[in-house]
């Protein structure tokens, strides 16, 4: 029997319909091929552990992703880590997915890097650094109106102003833009980074 947690199947039942055939059909893989493994949350997304990190999978509103701790020596070219996060980038239905007997290749290789206690190596900017982002004009007179929120985002390491200023200034209309600044603004004023709900 596999070790499962019932915060999983929760879960699972939680996500939209298309993404929960995708979660039990790459769950049931992972089972199959690894049954020492067992389940957890981790950053409030469903994990699989074998000697350490394993795999983890999520599912959002409009795709699913599925990557291995060691994603980069395991996948390699096959995987689309530009569109998503994930070693499958966006996964929508199950069509998006190798057959099963990739992936279970893939499983076999995860659990061997893990039994060999190989290191994670941490994935490296393509291009370097990312220069500073501006805060455009609005956004500085937005906190301007908001002390606690001002001295927050202040504090922000770079990386955390950076991703609430790049899901900002990408809104595609100006009635986005201000439901994602007033958003922001109070996130911010409470401390709270622009992906706090995945966070633990």
């Given at each position: ?9 929760a879960y699972i039942a ?143 390491s770079p990386s955390h ?7 900002i200034t990408e809104a ?29």
């Amino acid at each position: 029997m596999p070790t499962t947690d019932k915060r999983i199947d929760a879960y699972i039942a939680k996500a939209r319909p298309f993404a929960r055939p995708i979660l039990e059909h790459l769950r049931a893989i992972v089972h199959e091929t690894c049954p020492e493994c067992e389940e957890t949350l981790k950053w409030s997304m469903p994990h699989f552990m074998y000697q350490g990190m394993f795999a983890g999978m999520a599912a959002f509103k409009e795709h699913c992703t599925f990557g291995f701790w060691h994603g980069a020596l395991i996948v390699g070219k096959d995987g689309k880590p530009q569109e998503a996060m994930g070693s499958f980038g966006r996964i929508t239905s199950l069509d998006d997915l190798p057959p099963k007997r990739v992936i279970a290749g893939y499983v076999k290789q995860a659990m061997k890097l893990n039994e060999q206690g190989v290191k994670r190596v941490p994935a490296k900017a393509k291009d370097g650094p990312k220069p500073p982002i501006k805060v455009p004009p609005y956004f500085t007179a937005a906190l301007g109106k908001d002390r606690k929120a001002k001295a927050a985002f202040a504090a922000f390491s770079p990386s955390h102003r950076r991703e609430y200023l790049e899901w900002i200034t990408e809104a595609k209309t100006d009635a986005t833009r201000d439901k994602r600044m007033a958003q922001a603004l109070a996130w911010i004023a409470e401390g709270k980074g622009r992906n706090w709900k995945y966070q633990k």
